[in-house]
């Protein structure tokens, strides 16, 4: 046993009561990010930058710090910038973008994008805000994106799709788009023929581009799906890679005309999960029974050819909608349509690494899991309000830990967020906030 002379214990002593530790490992350093400001984060990807978080739930569960009201129905998710975070919903005076103090769940402002909420299945707003400076883009649920001021919710300007571009969506449960920015552009998909997508000039609403499609297959239904549209720059040519209610399509960024279009893994009810561009692949996945595929890309001639590299059965891997991760050349998600088993697949090749059926990993919820990405680890968000901390790891499932959300007023479909130290949990008319820092 090691022993120290009096002078030696007299300084090991002060050092304890200053808080600075004995041990000569070094503390892990700690980045917090100050914004999330549109779905999935910076490049679509769902990746949180924050380091420095707890990664053993079952030890140290995450705190609730605040709870914010009156943010009505909806499943949206949310964006942030700086001390200020943005959601959707639909208030008793109609579909609304609400702006909230990420200090303390104050509600800055709300504003109304319609005066009456639109009827369609499962009622609520769906959109999750895109901020660029001091403007923000958001679609509502009957289909028509608005420009809106950071600062105080003022309207800029609206674009109905119906009205403008004879959009539809394949099925009856309301537009759930989260526009993209991209330069003097934002991008939607209203889903109509002669416009499946469109890019106006952010400033002033005004139409720069439209792309107009014919056949895409005999799969799935007209329209657009319920997903959000991504970048690639696959072969060399910068694109727009959207999952609409007919498959996936790729879009010439410079000009909208349609590139190519991959229809096998449309199905007729919904298409929802946001694809996932990985250099010259996009890899994609839909629920009801349909299963997953990887497309690679390569230009021809004046156009792209897409070329199927695999097809998963829906028994080896469907996503119904809680959404896709990339992390280390690995897809991360729930598996299963409404099951939200754990699962972890090789991009390349689609090996199932772990997470299969004989595996009979369940989860420690139920439903379909929306997943996010933080500091090496998964967060998985049960429909059933069940949260799980799992490392984000190939050698096997490995649960750090679980926990109940403190309110759970529905569905739990709300992707959830990690910004700042911070976990956000839209529920319905709440919105919950958790430290998550170690």
Known sequence: MMSYSMPVRLLLGALLVCGIPLSSKAAEPTQLSKSWEQWRGPNRENHSSDTGLLKDWNATPPKLVWTATGLGKGYASVSIKDNRLFTTGNLPEGQAVIAINTD?????????????????G???ARCTPSIDGDRLYAISSNGAISCLSVEDGEIIWTKNFEEEWDGKMMSKWGFS????????LVICTP?????MMVALDKTTGKEVWKTSVSDLGSKGKDGAGYSSIVISNAGGVKQYVQLTGRGLIGVR?????????????????ANIPTPIVSGDYVFTSTGYGTGSALVKLSKEGDGMKAEEVYFLDPKVLQNHHGGLILYKDHIYCGHGHGKGFPICVELK??????????????GEGS??????????????RYESGDLALIEATTEGYKLKGSFKADQVL?????????CGGKLYLREQDVLMCYDLKE
């Open 177 to 184: 788009e989260s526009p993209l920015v991209d330069g003097d």
């Open 122 to 124: 499962y009622p609520g």
């Open 349 to 362: 090749t689609g090996k199932v690494v772990w997470g299969k059926r004989e595996d009979k990993i369940r």
């Open 253 to 269: 960024a410079s000009d909208g005309k349609l590139l190519w279009n991959y229809n096998p893994v449309a199905n007729g009810v």
């Open 367 to 380: 439903g379909s899991a929306a997943t996010t990405l933080a500091d090496g680890h998964l967060i998985f």
């Open 410 to 418: 529905g569905k739990a479909w709300a992707h959830p967020v990690v």
């Open 191 to 195: 889903g109509g023929k002669d416009a």
């Open 104 to 120: 303390d769940g104050k509600i800055l402002w709300k504003t109304n994008l319609l005066d009456l909420n639109p009827k369609h």
